[in-house]
């Protein structure tokens, strides 16, 4: 007779065969049988948080710096729901999570037991897919179909419930090699032909450019790899979406900078003057395209990307190819130079005149501000703190706001899965956790949280979990007092009511990272702040820094709601110019 | 027009809205209902009706059809979305005025009456193959099967003849000819 395992045993062993080395979790009554196998499992590492969203964000950290699906254990009812809002993020940015939950015994679901929800219910919007386990014989099929669907074609969080007294049954496991191989909904689905059709469009095209997002990162390193060749190979200028910084090098010639609401000038212009835009792995969103009705108005648009049902979502496409970007850039590259097309040197003629323009939206410097030396601008901070950092390998996450704006402006990436950032949901509060996370799966890199005073209150309690594992990351706050995006709308375009934007009664940082027992430093000149910086890199321990920043900093340029690309609001700088010139904001 | 106060666009114009009918092969599993449900009422996608069985045993599939209102961007939307979802093998799309296809409801009707004004309202649904699944001397409950408008009309029509009770079906679909939709 083959050997039966409990349930929570068959959890390990699927977790153990998927090479998972950390999950993040919190105990609680429904899934005390999987905590009580935990001790005989030495390869995988339980990182205890504090507050199940916590682990949530901190496994979308742990995936997005590694690569690796995130692993999360949390209890029934109340652990359930804490960590909807982490999944609901990880799904909005495409996050591989596998949230493993406690259930009620499965003779009590439905009667309104203590901490019982309807779990799968509640995350069925939430998740790629859920399962309730009610048999223990589907439990380890289940598992693995888990961290299939998580990590193929366009990743998504998954959820498995796991009722308690499944826990405790007991069955056979077979090895995952002897079962049958999951068959996987087909990732690449574009042919040769449509590889044809859009070099000929790259060949025609005399204002090209590339629009790359998140797709580029999660398809893998190599993708940035192959993008890297392909923009170099074609001469074309590229912008990202915020989700796709670092896919490209920030600091090349050839890259304009972020683009959408918050984007540089010369990215948003191209985008809208440009008459071909090639999409890489990036969908379009509202915060990207600004007016649909005006967007890009006069190019043809080709959309790559893994997810059918982004394609014509928000812009209708002339090309779509659907397919792993790494398998797309290898083939358009390859058919490039197959074909002997050199476009940089047959088309330099051709899309000169289009970098010309682009050199001269260049000169508009739309991330200027003017710099003070008594108060710090936040801009100044983010610089410095990136001039400061960047001779090493250096892990940027975030949390929601103007701080999170500025650092994907000013803090330039040169590699993919440096840069966790909440874009979809815009989850204050994921910076902390998913800083954690990041650091776990990066044990000796230099990991910093760019954070506001705002969104840092809303899981501070995670301090505490990097203090247990000595984790020494950076939370780095750009302390102006206020919900500074909130109080930015409100100065625009609500007359200055700056309702319930400021926050009165803030902790003394220094002295909580003390109670904490991690270290505090405040900076409040900027002549002080590289040194101050300098001493939080040097610690060893965590840190929480103090920046205080101009409070009236507004996050420039952007571009008005319902204004297209081409209508961008500059900085204060450029606003004065253009009222000493009377020119109005009427640009080039 | 206003200054818009609003972080969101404001919507751009939108085409026209066609009723197509989607049929969807599922896993025949817990739940799989409300995740192809809840996706319909979490995009905002209008549902007219919903028909729902088992057609499969032995693979254990069901059959859903869908009847919907909307852009064809929106009906293009709807169906890659459901093909997205993991218990879903296959997704067919037709438009309600497809000549290739054949689509039916179901409705029973319970009439009461003397027996003139029972006849007089199985005379009247005689073009929707009427059947008399119950009769007492004061009562009938009929049978028909016709389309959606048919009904609607029928529903209304009877209401003089009798009619206290309606229950209906929603549409289901078939192709006509020897090919299967694959």
């Known amino acids: ?588 | 027009m206003a200054k818009s106060k609003s972080a969101y666009s404001i919507p751009s114009k939108l085409s026209k809205s066609e009723t197509h009918i989607i049929v969807v092969w599922v896993d025949n599993e817990a739940s799989v209902l409300s995740r192809v449900v809840g996706l319909f009422s979490g995009r905002g996608y209008n549902i007219e009706s919903l028909a729902v069985a088992e057609v499969d045993q032995k693979n254990n599939l069901s059959r859903i059809t869908i009847v919907t209102t909307g852009t064809p961007e929106v009906i293009e939307q709807i169906v890659l979305q459901l093909k997205k979802l993991v218990p879903v093998h296959k997704v067919g799309n037709f438009k309600r005025e497809d000549k290739k296809v054949i689509f039916k409801e179901m409705a029973l009707f319970k009439v009461v009456g003397n027996l003139a004004k029972i006849k007089k309202a199985l005379n009247a649904c005689k073009n929707f193959n009427p059947v008399i699944l119950d009769q007492t001397d004061k009562s009938a409950v009929i049978q028909i099967t016709a389309l959606r408008r048919e009904i609607d009309k029928m529903a209304k029509n009877l209401k003089s003849h009798g009619l206290i009770s309606v229950s209906r079906t929603g549409a289901v679909a078939m192709t006509r000819g020897a090919e299967i939709f694959n």
């Open chain 1, 1 to 588: 007779m083959p050997k039966l395992y409990t349930g929570a045993e068959i959890v390990f062993k699927c977790l153990e065969e998927q090479k998972v080395n950390h999950i993040f979790g919190y105990p609680g009554g429904a899934v005390l049988p999987i905590y009580d196998e935990l001790k005989n499992h030495s390869s995988i590492k339980h990182i205890l948080v504090r507050h199940e969203q916590g682990a949530g964000h901190a496994a979308e950290g742990y995936a997005r710096s590694s690569g690796k699906p995130g692993v999360v254990l949390v209890t029934s009812g109340p652990g359930a729901t804490n960590v909807v809002t982490a999944l609901t993020d990880a799904y909005m940015d495409s996050v591989p999570l596998v949230c493993i939950s406690g259930q009620v015994p499965t003779h009590l679901i439905g009667t309104d037991a203590f901490q019982e929800c309807d779990t799968t219910g509640i995350t069925r919007p939430c998740t790629k897919h859920n399962w309730l386990v009610k048999d223990i014989n589907d439990l380890q099929r289940i598992m693995h179909e888990a961290f299939e669907v998580a990590t193929s074609g366009r990743p998504g969080p998954v959820l498995v419930d796991i009722p308690k007294d499944i826990q405790f049954a007991k069955t056979k496991y077979v090895s995952l090699k002897k079962e049958k191989k999951i068959e996987i909904k087909n990732k690449n689905r574009f042919t040769q032909k449509e590889i044809d059709q859009l070099i000929v469009l790259m060949s025609k095209a005399s204002k090209p450019i590339f629009y790359t997002g998140g797709g580029v990162v999660n398809s893998g390193p190599k993708a940035s790899e192959l993008l890297r060749e392909l923009v170099a190979l074609t001469g074309f200028p590229i912008t990202s979406t915020l989700q796709g910084l670092g896919s490209y090098p920030g600091d090349d010639n050839q890259f304009l900078g972020m683009l959408g609401m918050h984007g540089t000038y010369e990215a948003n212009n191209a985008m809208h003057d440009c008459d071909l835009l090639i999409n890489i792995g990036a969908r379009f969103d509202d915060r990207i395209t600004g007016k649909i009705d005006e967007f890009s108005p006069k190019s043809k648009k080709v959309h790559i990307d893994i997810d059918p049902s982004s394609i014509n979502k928000i812009i209708k496409v002339d090309l779509a190819i659907v397919g792993d970007v790494t398998d797309v850039i290898k083939s358009t590259t390859k058919t490039l130079k197959k074909k002997n097309l050199n476009l940089e040197k047959s088309n330099k003629q051709k899309i000169s005149k289009w970098w010309q323009q682009i050199e001269k939206w260049r000169t508009k410097q739309s991330l200027n501000f003017i710099n003070s030396d008594k108060i710090i601008k936040p801009q100044h901070a983010v610089q410095r703190l990136y001039e400061l950092t960047k001779n090493q390998d250096t892990f940027i996450t975030t949390e929601v706001g103007q701080h999170q704006m500025w650092a994907a402006q000013h803090y330039k990436f040169n590699k993919p899965n440096r840069w966790m950032t909440s874009g979809g949901l815009g989850t204050m509060g994921y910076g902390l956790p998913a800083a954690i996370g990041v650091q776990v799966a990066n044990p000796n890199k230099l990991v910093v949280d760019v954070a506001g005073e705002a969104s840092i209150l809303m899981t501070m309690q995670e301090i505490s979990t990097a203090i247990q594992y000595n984790l020494p990351i950076k939370i780095f706050i750009l302390n102006n007092q206020y919900m500074g995006m909130v109080r930015q709308w409100q100065e625009l375009l609500h007359e200055k009511n700056y309702s319930e934007s400021y926050s009165e009664a803030l902790p003394d940082f220094v002295k909580l990272a003390e109670a904490y027992g991690c270290v505090g430093i405040r900076a409040e000149k900027p002549d002080e702040l590289d040194e101050k910086i300098e001493e939080m890199i040097n610690v060893n321990k965590p840190v929480i820094f103090d920046c205080h920043v101009d409070q009236a900093e507004n996050c420039f340029p952007m571009i008005p709601s319902g204004k297209p690309h081409n209508q961008m609001l500059l900085g204060p700088k450029d606003q004065e110019e253009n009222k000493i010139t009377g020119k109005g904001k009427a640009l080039v």
